[in-house]
Structure formats: structure tokens, C-alpha cells
């Protein structure tokens, strides 16, 4: 098994993953490539009013939000690297904290969706916020099935009869996790930040 794993680390021009993963991937990225090119003209055809919007975002939070989703990357990148070197154990240990992270990503956006509702801030008060709670509501989506992927992943690592398959769901769970954190961040600089 070790062996396999081996070859997999090693070969030229590997990808991490399964292959039919970054189909979905490449989706993911063109879908939402496309709304964001979509709220920028929107934004441009609404500058005032998008500027008035924009006060109510609470920076701190988006910040928190973008520091756990960047520490919770690093550590399921530190789960694969440990599967990598056989370390199932470690890597297991590793994707803990990852998880952690997110769940505590998930705990912000409920308070940061909690804060808009009881300043009687909704999808429907004006263009900013439909794109706000579409687009940040999308993304929740994407970090609660990376939870479940990567919690399944985590799960499977060390048995010892299909440590290979494992390590190719780990790097799959992984990838899209990665995905899931560099959406935000893009989420993160349009909502909060540009102004």
C-alpha cells in the first residue's frame, strides 16, 4: 500500500484527486466567475447605491471569517502532506482543527446573517443585499458539503485495506476545499473590502 502511495506522490504531472473532480471544480469556478462578473457590472451600474450598502458589512467579521477558512486550508493541507508520508494518524489528527475552523466559519455567518436581520437588513432591502445573501448563502452551501465530504474523509483515513482510495478522497475533499477558501477570499474583497 505504501508503495502506491508512493507512486502516487511521485508521478509526473499528477493531479491531486480524482480527475472528474475538477469538471466539478472548473463549474464551480465558471459559475461563479460568472456572478461576480455579473454583481461588478451590477455594482457599476449602481455605484451609490452599492456604496451606501456597504457600511453595513462588518469587516471584523468577514475578517474572522477569512483568517478560519485560511487556518482551516492550512491544516487539511497539512492532513494530505501527513497521508502523503503514510501518516494516517496524523493526517486525521490534522483534519480536526480543519473542521473545527469551518464549523466556526459556519458560527459567524449566523451571526453575521443574524446582524442584517435585526438591523432589518433582508434579501429583498436592495441590490447590494440580494447579491450579499445570494452569494454568501451560495457559498455556505459549498463550506457545509466540504464538511461533510472532508468529515467522511477523515473518517476513512488508516484503514489499511484501501489507503490508497483514501488518500485519492482526501485529495479530492481537499481540493475543494481549497476551491471553497478562494471563493471567499474573492467573496470576502467584493463584499466587505471594495469600495
Given at each position: 500500500?505504501?508503495?502506491?502511495?508512493?507512486?502516487?506522490?511521485?508521478?509526473?504531472?499528477?493531479?491531486?484527486?480524482?480527475?472528474?473532480?475538477?469538471?466539478?471544480?472548473?463549474?464551480?469556478?465558471?459559475?461563479?466567475?460568472?456572478?461576480?462578473?455579473?454583481y461588478?457590472?451590477?455594482?457599476?451600474q449602481?455605484?451609490?447605491?452599492?456604496?451606501?450598502?456597504?457600511?453595513?458589512?462588518?469587516?471584523?467579521?468577514?475578517?474572522?471569517?477569512t483568517?478560519?477558512?485560511?487556518?482551516?486550508?492550512?491544516?487539511?493541507?497539512?492532513?494530505?502532506?501527513?497521508a502523503?508520508?503514510?501518516?494516517?494518524?496524523?493526517?486525521r489528527?490534522?483534519?480536526l482543527?480543519?473542521?473545527?475552523?469551518?464549523?466556526?466559519?459556519?458560527?459567524l455567518?449566523?451571526?453575521?446573517?443574524?446582524?442584517?436581520?435585526?438591523?432589518?437588513?433582508?434579501?429583498?432591502?436592495?441590490?447590494?443585499?440580494?447579491?450579499?445573501?445570494?452569494?454568501?448563502?451560495?457559498?455556505?452551501?459549498?463550506?457545509?458539503?466540504?464538511i461533510?465530504?472532508?468529515?467522511?474523509?477523515?473518517?476513512?483515513?488508516?484503514?489499511?485495506?484501501?489507503?490508497?482510495?483514501?488518500?485519492?478522497?482526501?485529495?479530492?475533499?481537499?481540493s475543494?476545499?481549497?476551491?471553497?477558501?478562494?471563493?471567499?477570499?474573492?467573496?470576502?474583497?467584493?463584499?466587505?473590502?471594495?469600495?
Amino acid at each position: 500500500m505504501t508503495e502506491c502511495l508512493a507512486a502516487t506522490r511521485h508521478e509526473a504531472g499528477h493531479w491531486p484527486g480524482e480527475p472528474a473532480l475538477w469538471s466539478l471544480i472548473c463549474a464551480d469556478m465558471a459559475l461563479f466567475g460568472f456572478m461576480f462578473v455579473v454583481y461588478a457590472h451590477d455594482r457599476a451600474q449602481n455605484l451609490t447605491l452599492f456604496e451606501a450598502a456597504r457600511p453595513a458589512m462588518n469587516q471584523a467579521l468577514g475578517l474572522a471569517a477569512t483568517l478560519l477558512l485560511l487556518a482551516s486550508s492550512w491544516f487539511i493541507a497539512s492532513a494530505v502532506q501527513a497521508a502523503r508520508l503514510d501518516r494516517p494518524r496524523i493526517a486525521r489528527f490534522c483534519v480536526l482543527p480543519g473542521l473545527l475552523c469551518a464549523v466556526a466559519f459556519c458560527v459567524l455567518k449566523y451571526f453575521d446573517y443574524a446582524e442584517k436581520f435585526q438591523a432589518g437588513i433582508t434579501p429583498n432591502t436592495n441590490l447590494f443585499f440580494t447579491y450579499y445573501f445570494a452569494l454568501t448563502g451560495i457559498h455556505l452551501v459549498h463550506v457545509l458539503a466540504a464538511i461533510g465530504v472532508m468529515s467522511w474523509a477523515g473518517l476513512r483515513l488508516g484503514r489499511p485495506a484501501t489507503r490508497t482510495a483514501d488518500f485519492v478522497l482526501l485529495e479530492s475533499a481537499a481540493s475543494f476545499w481549497h476551491l471553497v477558501d478562494i471563493l471567499w477570499i474573492m467573496l470576502f474583497a467584493l463584499l466587505y473590502l471594495i469600495g
